[in-house]
Each structure stands twice: as structure tokens, then as C-alpha cells.
């Protein structure tokens, strides 16, 4: 077994984690994301180590070289935190307790980071909702308006960043819905489209692949839209994904094509309603408020080209000759 001696009185084995052999080798403990992450909590970008050093630390040294002094030109690849520990003795002799973790991290991510590991901590029943409260305690009062903030019910860093952008875009959302013949969905905007915040680890191979496309399918099947968000964009580019929010729940309400159901009747019954002027049995349609809400239609199109004109009669269409937008004109 091999020991490198990372600084004067202290030896790591060989094939110690890069955070931890830095944060030894400057003279401190590993912090913030980077704690956090080794305690498989949300972290996002962990790339640098983040080192918590003691309000007396001295001989402090370069993460890279333990015979250079550490100063601040030479400090590049690593975020130093000076804070006072919440629980000193928390953690170990290499890593802070993730408590404090946690509250370095409320002080240095971004909003949206620092309820996703919130979010993920208490998910994953890592600390305890008195916990909580004893973080935010010791935080200052321009960061307390992230505590309502905090559901533990979100299952993944990437889902409380996307529910936390669909909320700022100004959309009603609910989280960890379950739906008939589905299963629990990660969020439904507007109550009638599917966000998934899928990740590369859970999604991948051509069974997970399959399993989603078939809920895709059964959501379909209910008239529900479905839109599988890539980490990538939730992380790096949420105006893509609320591009393609807007753009999904604009079509909801802008259709062509209605179609009749054909689980009660024939195609020539059904013709016979619609010459008669009867109200259709069964309406599925894109277009909000066309299912359930009593709405006549009387034409197929596409389908039944010769019954245009009573639609648009019916409806009050200025033109037979107009067919795109139509839709917007059969609402009620």
C-alpha cells in the first residue's frame, strides 16, 4: 500500500480523491459542494476543491505543491471558506460535517444550486427538518427567502431546478404527481403537460429508453403532453427549456385535425349525426376545452372534406376557404 505525504505530519493513501488530498496538502478540510458531493448530496460543479480553512490556520500551502506557501496568486483551482463551523466536531479530521457543508454552499452557489442540495439532503433523509432550521438560523437575512423554498419531495438536484425556472417563467407546476395508468410524474405544468428532468444515469440503455416511451405513450393516450428535459438545459440553458414549455402549451390550445372517436358507432352512424347536425358522442381533440365541454362538431377534416362548410356554417366562419386556425374559432 503506497502513502503520499500530502503536507509535514500527514500521509494519504495513494489513490485519495483529488478534494481531499488538496484540502489536506493547503491545511484545511474539504467543504462546501465539494463535502457535499462526497456525501452524495447534490453538488452542482464540483470541478474546484472547496476548502474550509480555521480562523487561526496558518502555513498554509498551494494545493498542487506542499513546499509553496499559499498566497493569492497561486490559488487557482480551489475556493477557500473561512467560516465558523455550526458542529466543529461533526464530519471528520479531512471533511466538514454536512451541516455546514450545506451552509457554505447557501453562501456560495446560486439560489437555484443551494435548494437543489437542500432539497436532495432532506430527500434522501440526510438531515432533519430541525437541521434545516438551525442552517438558516446562521445564515444573514438576504438568504432567508430561499426556506420556503425548500421540498424535500423532489427526488433530484435537476428536478428542483427545473420546478424552481417553470415557477420564475411564471407557470403553476406540481411536483411528484402520479397519473392513472402512468405512475408519478416529476412535474405537470399548467395541469396538462409532463416535465420530466431526465440525467444521463437513469435514462440510459435501450430498457430505461423504452420504459420512458411508453409513458410517453400513455400520457398521449390521456391527452396529456409529455416533454423529457435534458440535464444539460436545466443546468446551462433554461430559456430552452422554457422555449419549449411555451411552445408545447401555446400548441395545446392551436389544432387542425379533430377526430371523432370511434368506440361507440360506425363511421357511417357518425356520418348520420353530422349531416342530422347531432352533437358528436366523443371528442378528442389538442385544443383546450374541446373534451368534456359539450362543443358541436360536425366535421372531420381531412377525413370528411364535404362537411367543412356545415362546420364552418355552424360555427360562424366568415370563409369555407380558410381551414389553418380553425381551431381557435370552434372554442367556446
Not at 509535514?8 to 489536506?24: K, N, Q, S
Not at 457554505?104 to 432532506?122: T, Y
Not at 432550521?133 to 420556503?148: N, T
Not at 385544443?287 to 372534406?305: F, K, N, S
Request: negative net charge; hydrophobic residues 40%.
Amino acid at each position: 500500500m503506497s502513502l503520499l505525504r500530502a503536507r509535514r505530519g500527514h500521509y494519504v493513501l495513494a489513490d485519495t480523491d483529488r478534494h481531499t488530498l488538496e484540502a489536506v496538502r493547503v491545511g484545511g478540510k474539504v467543504g462546501c459542494i465539494s463535502a457535499a458531493g462526497d456525501a452524495g448530496v447534490f453538488a452542482f460543479d464540483d470541478t474546484f476543491s472547496h476548502i474550509h480553512l480555521d480562523a487561526n490556520a496558518s502555513r498554509l500551502r498551494t494545493p498542487h505543491d506542499r513546499f509553496q506557501r499559499l498566497g493569492p496568486h497561486n490559488r487557482q483551482g480551489i475556493e477557500l471558506h473561512w467560516d465558523r463551523l455550526l458542529q466543529p466536531t461533526a464530519g471528520t479530521e479531512f471533511r466538514v460535517g454536512l451541516p455546514d457543508a450545506l451552509a457554505q454552499i447557501a453562501r456560495c452557489q446560486e439560489p437555484k444550486f443551494v435548494v437543489a442540495s437542500l432539497d436532495n439532503a432532506l430527500h434522501q433523509k440526510l438531515i432533519s427538518e430541525r437541521t434545516l432550521a438551525m442552517i438558516f438560523a446562521s445564515l444573514p437575512g438576504d438568504l432567508q427567502y430561499l426556506r420556503p423554498l425548500v421540498d424535500a419531495r423532489s427526488e433530484a438536484g435537476q428536478e428542483t431546478v427545473s420546478r424552481l425556472i417553470v415557477q420564475a417563467a411564471g407557470f403553476h407546476c406540481e411536483i411528484q404527481v402520479t397519473i392513472n395508468g402512468v405512475g408519478r410524474v416529476d412535474m405537470l405544468v399548467e395541469g396538462c403537460l409532463v416535465v420530466e428532468a431526465d440525467s444521463r444515469r437513469f435514462h440510459e440503455g435501450w430498457e430505461a429508453q423504452a420504459t420512458d416511451r411508453r409513458r410517453d405513450r400513455d400520457l398521449a393516450a390521456q391527452e396529456i403532453m409529455s416533454y423529457r428535459a435534458l440535464y444539460r438545459d436545466i443546468m446551462f440553458f433554461p430559456e430552452r427549456v422554457i422555449a419549449a414549455i411555451r411552445g408545447l402549451l401555446a400548441a395545446r390550445n392551436h389544432f387542425r385535425v379533430v377526430i371523432l372517436s370511434s368506440a361507440r358507432g360506425s363511421t357511417d352512424r357518425r356520418d348520420e349525426q353530422l349531416a342530422g347536425g347531432e352533437q358528436a358522442d366523443a371528442v378528442v381533440g389538442c385544443g383546450e376545452g374541446l373534451v368534456g365541454d359539450g362543443c358541436r362538431l360536425l366535421g372531420i377534416l381531412g377525413q370528411h372534406p364535404v362537411q367543412l362548410g356545415r362546420v364552418i356554417e355552424q360555427f360562424g366562419h366568415p370563409g369555407a376557404d380558410r381551414v389553418e386556425g380553425l381551431g381557435d374559432d370552434l372554442h367556446e
